[in-house]
């Protein structure tokens, strides 16, 4: 072992064990690579003529226009949480379903589908699903452990499900990374990898994990023999629809807009922003002309997004079509402030505001130091290290697809999703993505490897946010073997996903090329 690959060892040691120590995961990624550095300058293994480059690394991070969505859709994601529409949802489907254990634990996995588009939040959404679809399944006779693992997986779905902060994420690092990698290969004019190819690419992957579930929850949970209990209390199909259309409008004019290529990923985030806004709003303004307002704005805006997909989105200023979006814009404003306001009036917005910024400062907080581990990692010529390991293990590309995933499933124990894309992309990522394998693929596969990575025991994060809020009854125990099965089936996804690459390739393919 030479000096070099000693000093690599200890700063990956000396990394986990920073983050295992309950220091902030930021200090810790970027503390232990800057000590490795001056400890290996001093020995005289490492140049710090390296660490010249990152500021000009911290700027390109700050000025990366794709990750302002980040703090919008955490935004969007908040306050759609905060605005209590999910509680509304699930007490339809509860009514809906009428009362059986099946129909209830089916319901709660559609909702969660449905609330992992609109927020994404993993934290927030776990334990939204505790304090209202708990009681809920368990009422309806669902087993503690099936309630507890059906939580935990379906409160990991917008790790998947796009539009996913994770996906952003790794849209970036794929995205430069891939550049570079193919651009050392000799291919100089590589397609270019964006946010809306994960997008699309996720969806077929993320429906087909939904659907195992479905199966396993039906399989599990079949309906007592004797006639089906009718409901007892008959939703009014009005209710039915004006509870679920407005989310619904507003993730197709999200997706919608990225995937028809009307707006860039950060103008779709804004969009979601702004809509969530304008939801919430309207679900707390007891003045009618107020709702009026916020809801023609709000059908202003999916009229303008409509036309842009349909390619009629550009009219001459002077023109009728010219004067009508402005109209509609000046409405998608005027509507805007007034949610605004009225959002602040009732203390909701501070509130989310607040979220927003805590949460946007870790994951920007931890970009920045990863940006410093890649740097250093380099510095020490771990990437040529890594380029050599992997072209000597037995299966090629292959081999080192599995080694990445096997590293990416244990790390999951251990780190958060956002931390495993900043240190495992950029340095493991250049030897397989310089090859003829797809990018979107191998990206996906990251997405679902990451949400295992939320359940496995017993260090999974849905699995702590569970604990924080479920009752004395259910024990850590009950949970580990509730969620057993859910990993099993994630896993059962990611290698149909491996043996079929077309799941994750076809959709953007279609759409984009």
Same mark, same amino acid.
């Given at each position: 072992?030479?000096?070099?690959? !000693?000093?690599?060892?200890?700063?990956?040691?000396?990394?986990?064990?920073?983050? $295992?120590?309950?220091?902030?995961?930021?200090?810790? =990624?970027?503390?232990?690579?800057?000590?490795?550095?001056?400890? !290996?300058?001093?020995?005289?293994?490492?140049?710090?003529?390296?660490?010249?480059?990152?500021?000009?690394?911290?700027?390109?991070?700050?000025?990366?226009?794709?990750?302002?969505?980040?703090?919008?859709?955490?935004?969007?994601?908040?306050?759609?949480?905060?605005?209590?529409?999910?509680?509304?949802?699930?007490?339809?489907?509860?009514?809906?379903?009428?009362? #059986? /254990?099946?129909?209830?634990?089916?319901?709660?996995?559609?909702? #969660?589908?449905?609330?992992?588009? #609109?927020?994404?939040?993993?934290?927030?959404?776990?334990?939204?699903?505790?304090?209202?679809?708990?009681?809920?399944?368990?009422?309806?006779?669902?087993?503690?452990?099936?309630?507890?693992?059906?939580?935990?997986?379906?409160?990991?779905?917008?790790?998947?499900?796009?539009?996913?902060?994770?996906?952003?994420?790794?849209?970036? %690092?794929?995205?430069?990374?891939?550049?570079?990698? %193919? %651009?050392?290969?000799?291919?100089?004019?590589?397609?270019?990898?964006?946010?809306? @190819?994960?997008?699309?690419?996720? $969806?077929?992957?993320?429906?087909?994990?939904?659907?195992?579930?479905?199966?396993?929850? /039906?399989?599990? *949970?079949?309906?007592?023999?004797?006639?089906?209990?009718?409901?007892? @209390?008959?939703?009014?199909?009005?209710?039915? &629809?004006?509870?679920?259309?407005?989310?619904?409008?507003?993730?197709?004019?999200?997706?919608?807009? =990225?995937?028809?290529?009307?707006?860039?990923?950060t103008e779709a985030a804004g969009l979601g922003a702004v809509g969530a806004a304008l939801l919430a709003a309207h679900a707390a303004e007891p003045l009618r002309a107020g709702r009026w307002l916020i809801a023609a704005a709000g059908l202003a805006a999916l009229v303008l997004v409509g036309l842009g997909m349909a390619g009629m989105g550009r009219a001459a200023p002077g023109s009728a079509a010219g004067i009508a979006a402005l109209a509609a814009a000046?409405?998608?404003?005027?509507?805007?402030?007034?949610?605004?306001?009225? &959002?602040?009036?009732?203390?909701l917005l501070q509130g989310a505001m607040a979220d927003t910024v805590r949460i946007s400062g870790m994951v920007f907080g931890i970009v920045v130091a990863a940006s410093l581990l890649s740097l250093v990692f380099r510095g020490f010529g771990g990437d040529h290290l890594v380029e050599a390991w992997m072209a000597a293990l037995p299966g090629g590309t292959y081999g080192a697809i599995a080694l990445v995933m096997a590293l990416i499933f244990l790390m999951?124990?251990?780190?958060?999703?956002?931390?495993?894309?900043?240190?495992?992309?950029?340095?493991?990522?250049?030897?397989?993505?310089?090859? @003829?394998?797809?990018?979107?693929?191998?990206?996906?596969?990251? /997405?679902?490897?990451? %949400?295992? #990575?939320? +359940?496995?025991?017993?260090?999974?994060? /849905?699995?702590?946010?569970?604990?924080?809020?479920?009752?004395? @009854?259910?024990?850590? *125990?009950?949970?580990?073997?509730?969620?057993?099965?859910?990993?099993?089936?994630?896993?059962?996804?990611?290698?149909? &996903?491996?043996?079929?690459?077309?799941?994750?390739?076809? +959709?953007?393919?279609?759409?984009?090329?």
């Amino acid at each position: 072992m030479t000096g070099a690959e !000693g000093f690599l060892l200890a700063m990956g040691l000396g990394l986990f064990a920073g983050i $295992l120590s309950g220091i902030p995961a930021m200090l810790a =990624i970027a503390g232990v690579p800057l000590v490795t550095a001056l400890i !290996g300058a001093a020995f005289g293994v490492f140049d710090l003529a390296f660490l010249n480059f990152f500021p000009a690394r911290v700027w390109g991070v700050m000025s990366n226009r794709l990750l302002m969505a980040v703090p919008l859709f955490i935004l969007m994601g908040v306050l759609l949480e905060r605005a209590r529409l999910a509680e509304r949802m699930l007490g339809v489907l509860a009514r809906m379903t009428g009362g #059986s /254990a099946r129909g209830m634990a089916l319901s709660v996995l559609a909702f #969660s589908t449905l609330i992992a588009a #609109s927020t994404g939040i993993i934290g927030a959404t776990v334990v939204m699903l505790v304090l209202i679809g708990l009681p809920a399944m368990r009422k309806a006779g669902v087993d503690k452990r099936l309630a507890a693992g059906l939580i935990c997986a379906s409160g990991t779905l917008g790790q998947v499900i796009p539009p996913s902060i994770v996906l952003v994420l790794l849209g970036d %690092q794929i995205g430069n990374v891939y550049l570079e990698a %193919q %651009q050392r290969a000799g291919n100089f004019a590589p397609d270019a990898v964006s946010v809306g @190819d994960l997008f699309a690419g996720a $969806l077929i992957p993320g429906l087909v994990l939904v659907a195992f579930y479905a199966v396993y929850v /039906a399989l599990r *949970l079949k309906p007592a023999p004797g006639p089906a209990p009718s409901p007892r @209390d008959p939703v009014p199909a009005g209710e039915v &629809l004006f509870t679920f259309l407005p989310p619904v409008l507003l993730i197709l004019a999200v997706l919608g807009s =990225i995937l028809a290529g009307v707006a860039t990923t950060t103008e779709a985030a804004g969009l979601g922003a702004v809509g969530a806004a304008l939801l919430a709003a309207h679900a707390a303004e007891p003045l009618r002309a107020g709702r009026w307002l916020i809801a023609a704005a709000g059908l202003a805006a999916l009229v303008l997004v409509g036309l842009g997909m349909a390619g009629m989105g550009r009219a001459a200023p002077g023109s009728a079509a010219g004067i009508a979006a402005l109209a509609a814009a000046a409405l998608i404003g005027a509507g805007t402030l007034w949610a605004g306001g009225r &959002l602040w009036r009732v203390g909701l917005l501070q509130g989310a505001m607040a979220d927003t910024v805590r949460i946007s400062g870790m994951v920007f907080g931890i970009v920045v130091a990863a940006s410093l581990l890649s740097l250093v990692f380099r510095g020490f010529g771990g990437d040529h290290l890594v380029e050599a390991w992997m072209a000597a293990l037995p299966g090629g590309t292959y081999g080192a697809i599995a080694l990445v995933m096997a590293l990416i499933f244990l790390m999951g124990f251990l780190l958060e999703a956002v931390e495993i894309i900043y240190i495992v992309v950029p340095l493991l990522g250049p030897p397989i993505l310089g090859t @003829d394998i797809s990018p979107v693929w191998f990206a996906i596969l990251i /997405a679902m490897n990451l %949400q295992t #990575s939320f +359940l496995t025991p017993p260090f999974g994060f /849905a699995l702590f946010y569970f604990r924080s809020v479920a009752p004395p @009854d259910i024990t850590t *125990l009950d949970t580990y073997r509730g969620v057993v099965p859910f990993v099993l089936l994630q896993l059962a996804a990611l290698g149909v &996903l491996i043996a079929v690459p077309g799941l994750a390739t076809w +959709l953007p393919d279609l759409i984009f090329r």
